[in-house]
């Protein structure tokens, strides 16, 4: 049924005539006439009531004409949905302090100038964040991991990190000797494992947590030492630990990821451009 045997059925009850109705639609009177016709046929009903010149609806019509204003509606509704009124969603997998201590602003602001933009955001490790990108459940994900070349994935260097050794203020690496570690997956805790044994550290504990903020908070109360990406040091943090540069031959970088095969829609176009001019301040700092 084309809906606009509907449009030229509510016009006639409308306008109160066929004739007026073929004129506010530009149909003739015949065309007028053949829509209601099929919408009679397909109902098996007589829509209209012809009692000498003037026309009145029948009791199933007025049934129908309440039912097609609305069906009319949504159609028109529909037709005039344009992209800018739709929802978009921006799926992100990034860490908990990459997303504190570089993208929280950043999203926050990005998200006041998107309000049709959903935005939503998920915890991981470099490895498992990956793998949901391969599965379509998140359209970009941020990674710290040296540079490399995937078959299936996009990658957009932003930054290079830099990343400190902690310990209790006054104190030194060698006085402490509990050992706050990431979790296993993370990728740079594997730079501190090495260095832990290149530097032949004798571990008489070890603790492991996801949280940097929680392992400075140790290393503030005097409980160990760590190793974290220097941007997560904060002037509170100093006025309780100290710090020193950690020297490593492998470098770690900040990267966007999201799969080749993904359609780069407008809102997630211009996230990675954002982010691409924000990462020049990033290394502007880093290199002061």
């Known amino acids: 049924m084309d809906i606009r045997n509907f449009i030229t059925f509510n016009t006639i009850v409308e306008e109160e005539g066929f004739t007026r109705a ?6 003739a009177q015949s065309s007028v006439t053949a829509h209601i016709k099929e919408l009679e046929n397909h109902y098996g ?10 026309i009145y609806l029948t009791s199933f019509g007025k049934t129908l004409y309440r039912k097609s204003i609305r069906l009319v509606e949504y ?19 990034v860490y908990e ?10 999203i926050s602001s990005f998200k006041s100038n998107h309000p049709n933009l959903d935005i939503i955001i998920k915890h991981g490790t470099c490895g498992s964040l990956r793998k949901d990108i391969r599965n379509g459940d998140l359209d970009i994900t941020f990674q710290i991991e040296p540079t490399r070349d995937f078959v299936d994935l ?10 400190s050794l902690i310990y209790p ?19 740079y805790r594997k730079l501190f494992e090495q260095y832990l044994d290149e530097e032949g550290r004798i571990i008489n504990q070890s603790m492991e947590t996801g ?11 005097g409980l160990g030492y760590s190793m974290v990406p220097s941007v997560t040091i904060t002037n509170e943090d100093r006025s309780k630990l100290d710090e020193e540069d950690f020297k490593t031959k492998s470098k770690l970088f900040t ?11 407008k809102a997630m176009e211009e996230f990675i451009e954002i982010l691409k001019l924000e990462a020049e301040k990033w290394q502007i700092k880093k290199d002061g």
């Open 169 to 187: 203020k006054g104190e030194s690496v060698k006085d402490s000797h509990t050992v706050y570690f990431t979790e296993a997956a993370c990728s």
């Open 255 to 265: 990267q966007i990821v999201y799969h080749k095969d993904k359609n780069v829609f």
């Open 22 to 27: 073929a004129e506010k639609l530009n149909y």
């Open 154 to 163: 996009h990658s957009i260097v932003l930054c290079e990190e830099k990343f």
């Open 75 to 93: 159609y028109k509704d529909t037709l005039n949905t344009s992209s800018g009124n739709s929802k978009e969603t921006l799926r992100i997998g």
């Open 211 to 221: 949280s940097v903020d929680l392992i400075k908070q140790y290393v503030g109360l």
């Open 45 to 54: 009903e007589m829509l209209f009531d012809r009692i000498g010149k003037k």
């Open 97 to 106: 302090s990459l997303l504190k201590y570089r993208l929280m602003d950043i």
